[in-house]
T-cell receptor, first 116, second 114 residues
Framework: GENVEQHPSTLSVQEGDSAVIKCTYSDSASNYFPWYKQELGKRPQLIIDIRSNVGEKKDQRIAVTLNKTAKHFSLHITETQPEDSAVYFCAASPPLFSGGYNKLIFGAGTRLAVHP | GAVVSQHPSRVICKSGTSVKIECRSLDFQATTMFWYRQFPKQSLMLMATSNEGSKATYEQGVEKDKFLINHASLTLSTLTVTSAHPEDSSFYIC??????????FGPGTRLTVL
């Protein structure tokens, strides 16, 4: 089955700096890659996603890149702000034909701290 | 759009009792819902996939007789933790699937078993 690895586990940056979180996946058939932000005790919130037919997607200060050949994708946050501090999870979704039922396999998470 | 509610938000129960958690998609129909468990400072671990009108599909290592899932309508799935024990204490989160891949999460239920 699909396996997702995420690095780093913790990331500390100064306000205004950029933050990059990387994930690799094992199932080359996976075709959907969302990123979630989770604040303490709260639900995961979808912040950006990318499908396998696209190499890059951007939404204001957040961007995601996908390299299908290398089976890795990354989250880029520019001009970080203290309110960006949270745990970020990447995920990969195997396609339906492999019995995936649209399920998501999550990475271990990255705890991002943005210091003023 | 894409609002998912979960009830209760917190529950404390005695060891050996059963607890039911409800997950509802409020503004869309969800043929598929998912149940996750999250231990402190860990990732979300998929427990089972719940399909409306059919049996749930459980992930390896998850006891289907202990974690009963019912998906009776397109907007409601329930998870019942039977004969709960302290090691079942965790944060349980549901999600509702929309379209081909998107999942929208409920606010979670913190279960504490004494």
């Amino acid at each position: 089955g699909e396996n997702v690895e995420q690095h780093p586990s913790t990331l500390s940056v100064q306000e205004g700096d950029s933050a990059v979180i990387k994930c690799t996946y094992s199932d080359s058939a996976s075709n959907y890659f969302p990123w979630y932000k989770q604040e303490l005790g709260k639900r995961p919130q979808l912040i950006i996603d990318i499908r396998s037919n696209v190499g890059e997607k951007k939404d204001q200060r957040i961007a995601v890149t996908l390299n299908k050949t290398a089976k890795h994708f990354s989250l880029h946050i520019t001009e970080t702000q203290p309110e960006d501090s949270a745990v970020y999870f990447c995920a990969a979704s195997p396609p339906l034909f492999s019995g995936g039922y649209n399920k998501l396999i999550f990475g271990a998470g990255t705890r991002l701290a943005v210091h003023p | 759009g894409a609002v998912v509610s979960q009830h209760p938000s917190r529950v404390i129960c005695k060891s050996g009792t059963s607890v039911k958690i409800e997950c509802r998609s409020l503004d869309f129909q969800a043929t598929t819902m998912f149940w996750y468990r999250q231990f402190p400072k860990q990732s979300l671990m998929l427990m089972a996939t719940s399909n409306e009108g059919s049996k749930a599909t459980y992930e390896q290592g998850v006891e289907k007789d202990k974690f009963l899932i019912n998906h009776a309508s397109l907007t409601l799935s329930t998870l019942t933790v039977t004969s709960a024990h302290p090691e079942d204490s965790s944060f349980y989160i549901c999600s509702a699937g929309r379209g081909e891949n998107e999942q929208f999460f409920g606010p979670g239920t913190r279960l504490t078993v004494l």
